[in-house]
């Protein structure tokens, strides 16, 4: 009996199939056995399969006709012997050592499943999956989902290896159509009694250049995003039923951020014939997402939700456009000037015709104080520091800014040089500093509006400060690098060293 199986649903597609088997057969796990499921391919890719059979005995063809991937995952299923399970998708790539770790984090701890970070694989080139960023930041040991929300955005089977116990005790399986795999990777997460989370990567989803699109990437069409809303309900009804009602609230915030996208393109580009069938699922879709969470999305999302509510398809394309043209530089208006409000600078602000309320352009939740330090290093006696001050969608404007360090009630004013009107380098005569920690503080202001705050430490590996942006990491134990979300950056002076 093999330590893994690994089942592989194929349908025509031979551009890809040799790649991937190769990288399964390449595992520097040796011990296991790959079910390869024949789900009606009439291109050459059983060639390829079957050749790989005859190479190597630990593949294992079978074959049924046409039924979608979930019902060919589970036929794998049932022919699968290892201990373990896993699936991989028969276009994508699993690195050398990922079932290696995968299994032996397993075989450790003794969870549920393993799971691990993913990339995307577009034309030979990877970048980090923006839908699996957040979970993997750091490798946690015997957790679960309700203890770790972020789990929710974790919504794919193939990045993961399952104790074979546990799917059989749970009886998980796949439905018909397409998203099947979504409603199954969240239940195994919420009936699972623990669960391990890897940092290191250990699949690459591939965006395919050549041959049949992908489901994800025929995503605005109609029967798609209908299958995609189904896959959603599914899942609110399996939390609904494991009594798991913050994680609808996170889930929802997921959908809302990434599902709902898709569904506002196509309505956007959609033609007359499309637009009414789209317009009348998008109201549905709008029906299920929890007013709270619609409440705390971004200002520009809030008017691309009302324009779909009442239907202007046109108006929708032309923010979309806007969106997509702006590219993060998302700025804030003043409605006038004696007006304290701060409202997001975007269409039909003003327009007196479609006369949308204010409320939707409000961005007082959004204009967040960002203060963080890039580096710090101590000459001698000087403590050079260099960093970053902005207020969320006021970057470009100039803002009065004050920094000092503080202990116990003790302040210091401290000097700095700014560059770009954002960034920043002082130099602190530390011989002044008492021993003990200080930390440093820093208030910024543009006209009325004032926020203070304290430097944090820069993201590691480069990424923005998402986590002030997650409800669902906020309070939690997340680290970046070797700091906890919510800490500080401090520097303790002692008679023996300094840090």
């Known amino acids: 009996m093999p330590l893994l199986s690994v089942i592989v649903p194929y349908c025509n597609v031979e551009p890809y199939i040799t790649e991937c088997l190769k990288s399964l057969a390449a595992q520097s796990l040796t011990d296991l056995e790959v079910i390869l499921v024949d789900d009606g391919s009439t291109d050459g890719s059983r060639a390829v399969a079957e ?7 630990r593949f294992v063809l079978v074959t049924q006709e046409r039924q979608g991937p979930g019902p060919a995952r589970n036929t794998g299923v049932r022919h699968a012997t290892g201990t373990y399970l896993a699936f991989a998708d028969s276009d994508d790539l699993v690195p050398p050592g990922a079932y290696d770790l995968l299994v032996r984090s397993l075989e450790t701890t003794g969870s549920d499943l393993a799971c691990g970070g993913v990339e995307r694989l577009r034309s030979g080139e990877v970048s980090p999956s923006s839908l699996h960023a957040k979970p ?18 974790d919504r794919t089977v193939w990045n993961k290896v399952y104790r074979r116990s546990f799917w059989d005790d749970r009886r998980l399986e796949f439905a018909a159509g397409i998203y099947e795999d979504l409603p199954v990777a969240i239940r195994a997460h919420v009936v699972a009694d623990q669960v391990d989370v890897l940092s290191e990567v250990v699949y690459q989803w591939r965006e395919r250049d050549v041959g049949e699109p992908s489901i994800t990437q025929g995503r605005q069409e109609p029967d798609n995003l209908r299958a995609r809303h189904a896959s959603i309900r599914a899942v609110r009804e399996i939390m609904a039923a494991e009594a798991a009602p913050r994680l609808l609230v996170s889930f929802d915030r997921v959908v809302l951020e990434k599902d709902t996208a898709f569904l506002l393109q196509a309505v956007a580009e959609s033609d007359a014939e499309e637009r009414g069938e789209l317009l009348e699922l998008g109201r549905a879709w709008l029906a299920d997402l ?13 008017l691309e939700l009302y324009l779909l509510k009442r239907g202007l398809a046109d108006e929708l394309r032309e923010v979309r456009a806007f969106r997509a043209k702006a590219a993060g530089e998302l700025r804030a208006a003043r409605r006038r000037k004696k007006d304290e409000g701060w409202y997001g600078d975007y269409p039909y602000l003003r327009d007196k015709r479609l006369q949308i309320p204010y409320k939707v352009f409000d961005i007082s939740e959004e204009l967040r104080l960002v203060a963080r330090v890039e580096s710090a290093s101590l000459d001698g006696d ?18 009065k800014v004050a920094l000092w360090l503080e202990q116990d009630g003790t302040t210091i004013p401290v000097k700095a040089r700014w560059k770009k009107r954002r960034t920043f380098t002082a130099q602190i005569d530390a011989s002044a500093l008492a021993h003990g920690t200080w930390r440093m503080g820093v208030r910024a202001e543009f006209q009325e509006l004032i926020k203070d705050g304290y430097l944090r430490p820069a993201p590691i590996g480069g990424q923005d400060d998402a986590v002030d942006d997650d409800p669902d990491l906020n309070g939690s134990t997340q680290e970046l690098g070797t700091c906890r979300d919510g800490q500080e950056a401090a520097w303790t002076f002692s008679s023996s060293s300094r840090e």
């Open 51 to 57: 050749d790989f059979v005859a190479r190597d005995p």
């Open 136 to 153: 993997f930041r750091r490798s946690v040991e015997r957790t679960h989902i309700s203890r770790m929300r972020v789990l929710v955005r």
């Open 290 to 302: 929890r007013r709270s969470v619609v409440k705390e999305a971004s200002a520009l999302r809030r």
């Open 382 to 399: 000087r403590l050079r520091v260099r960093g970053e001050v902005f207020i969320r969608r006021l970057e470009g404007r100039r803002l």
